[in-house]
């Protein structure tokens, strides 16, 4: 699935600042590759961008349903992961997977929802307030190699977040 103009109405802000980054990549790696080895016996070994959206009621902010696996470019992502930054700061916003029923999602800030990207999912749109979230995608060496050899497949124009060790 391509997105399609108007399906993510969304604002992002990439963490450039190194010192954040290792923080960030540690507080990961402390609390939550652990549980994804855990409960998908999976070692996500890399990460695709230090990403915050903001999804602000005032622009409608949610994302229609989608997957995050779907094109060349992103054929290497295995899971997401949506880490709320400020739940108890905004109204709508949840996480959804239609093709599993109506639950919506909406863990407390600082907790996250993680998923293989393959999955239908959507974020709802935020009815009051802003949401923050902090999204990156994980992956492992295999996949690794899947993103190197789109990388030569797509041409040198594709931007990578070099700097995000993945």
Known sequence: MVPVPGMKRRRDCLVAEGGLMAAIRTRLALRLLPEIKRAFQFDATRIERYLIGCYDAAQGGGFQSHRDDTVPGT????????????????????????????????????????????????ALPVTAGRRYAFLPFLYDEAAAAIRLAQDGQLGAGVARYAASGG
């Open 75 to 122: 054929a290497h992502r295995r899971f997401a992961v949506s880490i709320n930054l400020n739940a108890e700061e905004h109204e709508g916003g949840e996480l959804r997977f239609p093709e599993y029923g109506g639950g919506r999602y909406r863990p407390p800030t600082g907790a996250a929802v993680v998923f293989s990207c393959a999955l239908l999912h959507e």
